[in-house]
């Protein structure tokens, strides 16, 4: 199941990072980046983290608000709406039978063996950044 939630951006007043992001359905949500880009792609990875406590922790998941709600928040008026599309982590693992090329393999087990981590955590990984 995917859904959208609104990401507010923001000029950042820190050191290390130039853009801000903030999520109105997740208050504590918070993240980062040098780049808008940068930022985006952090907010995404955040969010995914804060959705997994959340549902670990056996909360419910908030609605999103809607756009058009947000945008006639004069709170928000100073950040910039961005859309966040994720999929939301069911909790229920699916073992699965894969075949790809020998060379594709080899290079994702050399980035695995480098990064930590699994061949599953980095397919999911792959799958969740290409869907979104």
């Known amino acids: 199941m995917s859904v959208t939630y609104v990401a507010l951006v923001h000029k950042?007043?820190?050191k290390g990072a130039d853009y801000g992001v903030i999520f109105p359905d997740f208050p504590g949500c918070v993240s980062a980046g040098k780049t808008l880009?940068?930022?985006l792609e952090n907010a995404r990875e955040g969010l995914?983290?804060?959705i997994d406590g959340l549902?670990?922790?056996?909360?419910?998941l908030?609605?999103?608000t809607s756009l058009?709600?947000?945008k006639n928040?004069?709170?928000y008026r100073v950040?910039?709406?961005s859309l966040i599309r994720i999929i939301v982590p069911s909790g229920c693992l699916k073992r699965i039978n894969v075949s790809m090329d020998a060379g594709l393999l080899a290079e994702i087990d050399r980035v695995v063996n480098n990064r930590g981590g699994n061949r599953s955590e980095f397919l999911a990984a792959a799958a969740r950044h290409l869907l979104a």
């Open 73 to 75: 928040n004069a709170e």
């Open 55 to 60: 549902l670990n922790a056996g909360e419910v």
């Open 68 to 70: 058009e709600s947000i």
């Open 48 to 50: 995914l983290f804060h």
């Open 12 to 14: 950042a007043n820190k």
């Open 79 to 81: 950040a910039t709406p």
């Open 37 to 39: 880009e940068e930022a």
């Open 62 to 64: 908030p609605e999103p």
